[in-house]
């Protein structure tokens, strides 16, 4: 079966190599020129896709780009000192396999594990899918395919052309994230620093050697008006709601004129009654993002994409039958991701000064717990801290064409 995916970051990188290990024939399409330097932030792989990246063979790879930030310093204006936290202590307590890796170098790595076995098609984008699988592109010639997967992350193109307009299915959760490639100022690879307010927090670390990224989130009583493609004024609303804030700010915001990569984007959620409709569906943020930076999505990516390639080959492609499976094995974990990072938005940007105390109270005491307690306590439930790990992947090992026993 050929299939085509829209999106070369995370999700379709991942769901190509699985399906490709089951026998399909894939394409992905990207509408970047290359793949996306997009001043990615660091983001996170708990245990069930820490074990996908080591069935892929890529797990030296990933742990070998992890950030290796240690310690999170934030001040607060009006304080003489800083707040410490100790990531060694809390990351034990949200997953027992973890790594914190730059978006970028994420990517990369799945791109490389599958270049040389998928069609990849940069600078190119889908403008229209048939109910019968004939796609269109802006550059390239048409083509059929079997089956049509969105990976093209929040604002996706396949889900506008399939499902219609973004607004019908997003949820802003209240907050906004900037991300902001920089040279590393600090010289300091093991830690983040940063200042935090009420509704603004904005920090500063190395993603690698003379490499480094600035994150600014902060919150607004309506949404802000702006197109995603629109980056002057993405900039512009970010100099408006943090120039006033002291610390390294001013000097972090005069690296916009000259940032090689910049990203902006709400904390915005997607609920749609399905992922799927006819020989299309949806895989990572296109389909079920639960907020950028707040929900895990990086991991719910990569399980997805393993889960919609396994449900595909178990069925021999046959989309009535995966997708509905694929939906009904994610959809309890996506839930609990959606709601999880409602609690994490409402406490890393603070909306009050009694939020405020709180975020700076639960770091102190996150430092003064036992590493043992810590985890215990985030244990308690699958929703909770530990609600990745309580996701159990299926093993779909058997309908490898390598094994002999399944070929499409």
């Known amino acids: 079966m050929n299939v085509l995916i829209s999106g ?24 970047a020129p290359a793949l996306r330097k997009a001043g990615g932030h660091a983001v996170d792989l708990f245990r069930p896709a820490m074990d996908i990246v080591e069935k892929m063979g890529v797990l030296d790879r990933v742990q070998a780009g992890r950030t290796g930030t ?8 009006g304080r003489a000192r800083p707040v410490e936290l100790e990531l060694r202590k809390l990351m034990p307590a949200v997953s027992s396999r973890h790594v914190e890796i730059m978006r970028d170098d994420l990517s990369e790595i799945f791109y490389d594990a599958t270049r040389d076995d998928v069609e990849y098609v940069f600078d190119d984008s889908i403008t229209s899918i048939s109910e019968a699988g004939e796609v269109t592109f802006e550059r390239g010639p048409g083509r059929a395919f079997d089956l049509v997967i969105g990976a093209d992350g929040l604002h996706s193109n396949v889900r506008r052309l399939v499902f219609g307009p973004e607004s019908r299915f997003t949820t802003w959760i209240g907050a906004y994230l900037a991300v902001v490639s920089l040279p590393d100022h600090f010289g300091r690879d093991d830690r983040v620093e940063g200042v935090v307010g009420v509704g603004r927090m904005a920090a500063y670390g ?88 707040v929900g895990g999505s990086t991991s719910l990516a990569v399980v997805g994409a393993y ?56 770091m102190r005491l996150i430092n003064h717990l036992p590493a043992g307690l810590t985890r215990a306590v985030s244990t308690l439930g699958a929703k909770g801290a530990r609600l990745h790990d309580s996701f159990a992947l299926k093993d779909y090992a058997r309908y490898e064409v390598a094994s002999g026993q399944h070929s499409l």
Do not use: M, N
């Open 8 to 31: 070369a970051s995370v999700a379709g990188p991942v769901l190509a190599y699985w399906l490709t290990r089951y026998g399909f024939t894939v394409t992905v399409v990207e509408r």
């Open 70 to 77: 240690e310690r999170l310093t934030l001040w607060t204006p």
């Open 206 to 293: 190395a993603a690698r050697p003379s490499d480094a990224r600035a994150a600014f989130f902060f919150r607004t009583p309506e949404p802000l008006d702006y197109h995603h493609r629109d980056v002057p004024r993405q900039k512009e609303l970010l100099r408006e709601h943090f120039a006033d804030l002291g610390w390294e700010v001013p000097r972090l915001l005069r690296e916009l004129d000259s940032t090689p990569a910049f990203y902006f984007d709400s904390i915005t959620q997607l609920h749609l009654d399905t992922w799927s409709r006819g020989r299309v569906t949806l895989v990572g943020d296109a389909g079920y993002c639960p907020g950028p930076a």
């Open 307 to 362: 889960v919609l390639a396994g449900e595909l080959a178990a069925v021999g492609g046959e989309p009535a039958r995966a997708f509905p499976a694929y939906e009904a094995e994610l959809g309890a974990y996506v839930r609990r991701s959606r709601a999880f990072a409602v609690g994490v938005a409402k406490r890393l940007v603070p909306r009050s000064r009694t939020d405020l105390w709180a975020l700076l109270q639960g």
